[in-house]
C-alpha cells in the first residue's frame, strides 16, 4: 500500500490532538477533536460508545478528513495536514479490541493506563470504537500558510 | 437529554472568536470533507465571520461550511487538559475586502455545537452522554443478532454493583456493639463472625434495592452530575447489569442476611434480638422501597441514622449478650448513628437536583444551602458533644474522648461544604473525607474499647469511667 509523505506521517505521529471530520446524514461537515495514532499504514482513532455519534455517521458514509492544525500539540511545528480517506468502525469488541493501540495511544497520553486500570470508576468511557482511516489523498502546508496551496499527494499517484 | 449546553450562531461565533485560529471544514465536490485551518475576523453581533480563502481550495457556495475552533493544553508525561471546541455552521459568500480588496470569504453563522470542560465537567459530559452509550449497543445488538453489553471483570462489577466500600457503615457500629458486650464479659467468637457477616448482607441488600427503587423511581437517571459517593451504584443506568437482576441480588442479600438473623435468633435469641431484626429489615427495605419510601420523604438520614447506629450497634449487642441491653452501648451509637447520616446528608447535595425531579425530598431538596451547612455543623457537634457527655456523666469509658482526635476532618468537611455546594465534583474530595471522618471516628471508638478490655486483663482494679 502507498503511504502517505514522511513529513504529513511525523505530523500525524506527533500530534496529541487531530480534528476528525465526517459527514452528518444531512451532508454537513461535523468536526471532532481527537487523538490521531499512525501506526506506519493507516490513521487510528478511538471513540468511546458515549460519545458515538460520529461512529454513526462514519457507519452511513465512510468519507473523512484527518487534519492536523494545533502547533501547541504538535511542539511548535508550523506544517499543517489534512488526510482525506476512508473510515471503517471496528466494534467487534468494544470492551478489549481497541487496546491493541494503548501502546501507541499511551505514548501520546501516558495517564490513560491509569485510568484504564480504574475503568471501574467510568466504565463506559472504556467500551470503544476503533476508527481505521485509510489514507486517499494528502494535503500538506509547509509552513502552515492557507494562502500557499497545498503540496497534495494523491496515494498511488505523483504528487500534485 | 443533551449531552452539551444549547449553543446558538451567536455564543458559537463568540467563543470562537476565542480561538487563535479557525479550521473551516466543508464536503468537497469528491464527496470527501476538507478541512483547512484559517485565520477569521469574527464579529458575533453580525454573526458573520469572514476569512481570507485558502489557496487552491474550492470552499463551496452552495452547502454547509463550518468553522471549528479547539483547544488543548498538552501536559508532558500526562496527557493534557484544557480542552474545548466550538464549531459554527453556515453558508459561505465570496466578497471583496473594501480596506485592502483582497478577495474574502463570509460565513454567515446558522447554527453551533460544542463543549467546553470548564462549563461541563469531563463527567457530567460522560454522565449526560449514557443514553448515547445505550442506543450505540441497542443498534450493535440489533446489527448483530445477538445481545451486545459493555462489560467490567466480575470483581470491578461486584464492588460496584454492591458498592462494597462503604461496608465500613455497617462494620463499625456492628464491631463496637461486640467490643462494648466484650467489656461487659460477653463474647461469643461464632456469633460474632455471624453478626458481621448477616449485617453486611443486610447493608449490600440496602445498597442494590436502593439502586433498584432509585432506577423505578427515575431518580437515578435524572442525575447527570454521580460521583464515586453519591448517585447510586448506576450499573444498571450504565447497562452492565439489569434492573431485574439487581432485584435478585437485592433478595439474595436479604434472604441471605434473614437466614443468619434466625440462626442468631435459634442460637443466641432474644426478644430484643427479635424486635431489632424486624424493624431493622423495615428500615432497610423501606429507606427507598415503596410504599414507606423514607429517603423520598425527608426521613432517610434518621433512617440511616437509626438503621447504621443504634440498631446495628444494639443488635449486635444483644446477640452477645443473649438479650441484655444497657445504656452504654446505646449512646456510644449516638456519635456513630450522626457520623454516618452526615455521609448520607453530604453526598445528597450534588444528588439534590436528580432527587428533586424524581421527588425525592431529602433535606437539600427542602432547605436552602446555608441551611443544610448549617445542619451538618450541628450535627457534627451533637456527636462529638454526645461522647464528651457521655464520659461526663460516667455512661462511657474516658478513652472515648480519642474520638475528639476527628475534629480536624469534622472542619475541613465544613469548610469545604459552601464553597463547593454547586460544584459536585469540588465537593467529592470532601465528601471522600466525610467518610473517613465516620471511619477515623469509628476506628478510635473501638480502639478506646480496645483499651478498656486490655485494662480490664492486665489492671482490673483501674476504672476507666468518671464518677
Known amino acids: ?160 | 437529554m443533551r449531552s452539551t449546553p444549547e449553543l446558538d450562531a451567536r455564543r458559537g461565533l463568540e467563543k470562537l472568536a476565542t480561538y487563535p485560529f479557525q479550521i473551516a471544514s466543508w464536503v468537497d465536490d469528491t464527496g470527501y470533507p476538507m478541512s483547512v485551518s484559517v485565520t477569521a475576523t469574527i464579529d458575533p453581533g453580525s454573526l458573520v465571520a469572514t476569512f481570507a480563502p485558502p489557496a487552491g481550495l474550492a470552499v463551496p457556495t452552495d452547502r454547509d461550511v463550518s468553522l471549528t475552533g479547539s483547544h488543548i493544553r498538552p501536559q508532558p508525561g500526562y496527557g493534557y487538559d484544557e480542552r474545548r471546541h466550538v464549531t459554527v455552521w453556515g453558508r459561505v459568500s465570496p466578497g471583496i475586502r473594501p480596506d485592502s480588496m483582497a478577495r474574502v470569504l463570509t460565513l454567515t453563522g446558522r447554527s453551533a455545537w460544542g463543549w467546553d470542560e470548564t462549563e461541563v465537567p469531563f463527567f457530567e459530559y460522560s454522565e449526560r452522554s449514557v443514553p448515547r452509550s445505550r442506543r450505540y449497543f441497542d443498534a450493535l445488538s440489533a446489527e448483530r443478532g445477538t445481545p451486545v453489553k459493555p462489560k467490567l471483570s466480575f470483581g470491578f462489577l461486584a464492588l460496584r454493583a454492591t458498592r462494597l466500600p462503604f461496608l465500613t457503615a455497617t462494620i463499625v457500629p456492628v464491631l463496637l456493639g461486640i467490643l462494648i458486650a466484650a467489656s461487659h464479659g460477653a463474647f461469643d467468637l461464632a456469633s460474632a463472625a455471624l453478626t458481621v457477616i448477616g449485617a453486611s448482607f443486610v447493608q449490600l441488600g440496602l445498597n442494590v434495592a436502593n439502586d433498584v427503587f432509585d432506577t423505578v423511581q427515575g431518580a437515578d437517571d435524572a442525575n447527570v452530575t454521580p460521583t464515586q459517593f453519591s448517585g447510586g451504584s448506576r450499573v444498571i443506568q450504565y447497562g452492565l447489569v439489569s434492573l431485574r437482576q439487581m432485584a435478585s441480588l437485592a433478595t439474595v442479600f436479604y434472604v441471605a442476611a434473614a437466614l443468619i438473623g434466625l440462626l442468631l435468633l435459634a442460637t443466641r435469641g432474644s426478644t430484643a434480638l427479635l424486635v431489632i431484626g424486624v424493624v431493622g429489615f423495615i428500615v432497610s427495605l423501606g429507606y427507598t422501597a415503596p410504599p414507606l419510601k423514607f429517603v423520598y420523604r425527608g426521613l432517610g438520614e434518621i433512617a440511616v441514622a437509626i438503621g447504621f447506629g443504634p440498631l446495628m450497634l444494639l443488635g449486635a449487642y444483644v446477640v452477645q449478650t443473649r438479650g441484655a441491653l444497657a445504656w452504654e452501648p446505646f449512646v456510644a451509637s449516638i456519635p456513630v448513628a450522626l457520623l454516618v447520616a452526615l455521609i448520607l446528608y453530604v453526598n445528597e447535595i450534588p444528588d439534590r437536583r436528580g432527587d428533586a425531579h424524581a421527588g425525592k425530598r431529602t433535606l437539600p431538596v427542602r432547605f436552602s444551602p446555608s441551611a443544610v451547612i448549617g445542619g451538618y455543623n450541628a450535627a457534627v457537634v451533637a456527636a462529638y458533644a454526645a461522647v464528651i457527655v457521655g464520659v461526663i456523666a460516667g455512661l462511657l469509658p474516658i478513652p472515648t474522648l480519642l474520638m475528639l482526635l476527628t475534629i480536624p476532618l469534622a472542619r475541613r468537611v465544613s469548610a469545604g461544604l459552601a464553597p463547593n455546594y454547586d460544584n459536585p465534583y469540588g465537593l467529592m474530595a470532601f465528601m471522600g473525607v466525610n467518610v473517613r471522618l465516620h471511619l477515623a471516628a469509628g476506628v478510635l471508638l473501638l480502639v478506646a474499647y480496645a483499651i478498656v478490655i486490655a485494662a480490664m486483663a492486665i489492671a482490673p482494679g483501674v476504672d476507666l469511667f468518671l464518677g
Open chain 1, 1 to 160: 500500500m502507498a503511504t502517505i509523505p514522511a513529513p504529513a506521517a511525523e505530523l500525524i505521529e506527533r500530534a496529541l490532538v487531530a480534528e476528525l471530520t465526517v459527514v452528518d446524514p444531512t451532508g454537513r461537515p461535523v468536526t471532532y477533536p481527537l487523538i490521531p495514532l499512525w501506526d506506519g499504514e493507516r490513521v487510528y482513532m478511538t471513540s468511546s460508545t458515549l460519545f458515538s455519534r460520529k461512529l454513526e455517521h462514519i457507519g452511513r458514509n465512510a468519507s473523512v478528513a484527518v487534519s492536523v492544525t494545533d502547533p501547541v500539540s504538535v511542539g511548535g511545528r508550523a506544517d499543517r495536514v489534512t488526510i482525506q480517506g476512508d473510515a471503517r468502525v471496528i466494534a467487534d469488541d468494544p470492551h478489549g479490541g481497541w487496546e491493541r493501540l494503548l501502546p501507541i495511544w499511551s505514548a501520546k497520553e501516558p495517564a490513560i493506563v491509569a485510568f484504564l486500570k480504574a475503568r471501574v470508576a467510568l466504565p463506559l468511557f472504556f467500551e470503544r470504537a476503533l476508527i481505521e482511516i485509510t489514507p486517499r489523498r494528502v494535503l500538506y502546508w509547509t509552513d502552515g500558510d492557507a494562502s500557499i496551496a497545498p503540496v497534495v499527494t494523491v496515494l498511488g499517484e505523483e504528487a500534485a
